[in-house]
């Protein structure tokens, strides 16, 4: 009977161990599941703040983008590579722009003109467009924005 309860005193006692080992181990994993918690929370913080800075500029700059649409435009053309037929090419855009701005409304306007042979041919031009009424929805800059690259 002494046997038997020494050997239940050291089978309680080995369990006492485990579980103390196992409670170390659990303490040690909850805390570095905290800390890698902290981090992320840390980390989502951070990404937080940059979004709402991204939103807050991409606001003002759908504001910037509204007011802008609303003014004259400016319109530089210059040949790209093509010599002549490049250059006449220019002066086709130049005249399709100046009926375009006639269509709308606006006034067309030559800033700066070098024209070289053939007749027609334009090596630079500078021209400004402006809408003859005040109609932000109807100005020249919101239509013409996009205008942009080399045609080959």
Same mark, same amino acid.
């Given at each position: 009977?002494?046997?038997?309860?020494?050997?239940?005193?050291?089978?309680?006692?080995?369990?006492?161990? @485990? #579980?103390? +080992?196992?409670? !170390? %181990?659990?303490?040690?994993?909850? =805390?570095?599941?905290?800390? $890698? *918690?902290?981090?992320?929370? @840390? #980390?989502? +913080?951070?990404? !937080? %703040?940059?979004?709402?800075?991204? =939103?807050?500029?991409?606001? $003002? *700059?759908?504001?910037?983008?509204?007011?802008?649409?609303?003014?004259?435009?400016?319109?530089?053309?210059?040949?790209?590579?093509?010599?002549?037929?490049?250059?006449?090419?220019?002066?086709?855009?130049?005249?399709?722009?100046?009926?375009?701005?006639?269509?709308?409304?606006?006034?067309?306007?030559?800033?700066?003109?070098?024209?070289?042979?053939?007749?027609?041919?334009?090596?630079?031009?500078?021209?400004?467009?402006?809408?003859?009424?005040?109609?932000?929805?109807?100005?020249?800059?919101?239509?013409?924005?996009?205008?942009?690259?080399?045609?080959?």
């Amino acid at each position: 009977e002494l046997l038997q309860q020494r050997d239940q005193e050291s089978k309680a006692t080995a369990t006492a161990e @485990e #579980m103390r +080992e196992l409670m !170390l %181990l659990y303490d040690s994993e909850l =805390e570095a599941a905290e800390s $890698r *918690l902290n981090g992320f929370s @840390e #980390m989502l +913080e951070q990404e !937080l %703040l940059i979004f709402q800075r991204e =939103e807050l500029r991409g606001d $003002r *700059l759908e504001e910037l983008d509204a007011a802008a649409n609303g003014r004259d435009a400016v319109l530089e053309l210059m040949p790209g590579v093509g010599g002549q037929e490049a250059a006449l090419f220019t002066g086709e855009l130049m005249n399709m722009y100046e009926r375009f701005a006639e269509q709308r409304g606006w006034q067309f306007e030559v800033e700066s003109l070098i024209e070289v042979q053939p007749e027609g041919a334009v090596n630079f031009a500078s021209v400004r467009i402006a809408a003859s009424n005040h109609d932000e929805e109807n100005a020249p800059f919101g239509w013409l924005r996009h205008e942009s690259g080399v045609h080959r």
